[in-house]
């Protein structure tokens, strides 16, 4: 089954929202626990720091502007994840194994093509192959007729 493109918009918005969540809808895992982490850490150190501060120490602050910058980068890595993701998933190949094609147009000399068509049919419904591949296949059989 192929996967589904991931809108780097939609990514942004819910690492805007949740941060380290963009990275987990584009599948980068890792990079989202990081983000989470690193964010939630910062904003913690921060609270309690404005909240225990002694006086005379500017530390706050800064502490502040870290934890605004993590949360804007974890928005912007989630939006470079999506085109990582569809990058990858525009450059992969119709057929990942170096294995035979799940459909040999010349398999089984004693079919006919209505019956070939009909097993090509089946594996594209349920996802073995892509639009273009069936449309290729079937384009091929009916041609041999």
Request: proline residues 5%; charged residues 15%; neutral net charge.
């Amino acid at each position: 089954m192929e996967a589904q493109t991931k809108d780097p918009g939609t990514a942004a918005l819910i690492s805007a929202v949740f941060p380290g969540g963009g990275q987990f809808y584009v599948g980068a895992v890792q990079s989202g626990v990081v983000s989470f982490l690193a964010f939630l850490f910062f904003l913690v150190v921060s609270i309690y720091n404005t909240a225990h501060a002694a006086p005379g120490v500017a530390i706050g602050p800064i502490l502040w502007i870290i934890t605004v910058t993590i949360w804007a980068a974890n928005i912007f890595d989630a939006h470079k994840e999506a085109g990582k993701h569809n990058a990858k998933r525009a450059a992969a190949p119709a057929f990942t194994s170096a294995a035979s094609p799940p459909f040999a147009v010349n398999s089984g000399a004693g079919e006919d093509a209505a019956v070939r068509i009909s097993k090509l049919a089946d594996l594209h419904k349920a996802g073995a192959i892509t639009d273009a591949e069936f449309a290729a296949k079937k384009r091929e059989l009916l041609e041999r007729l």
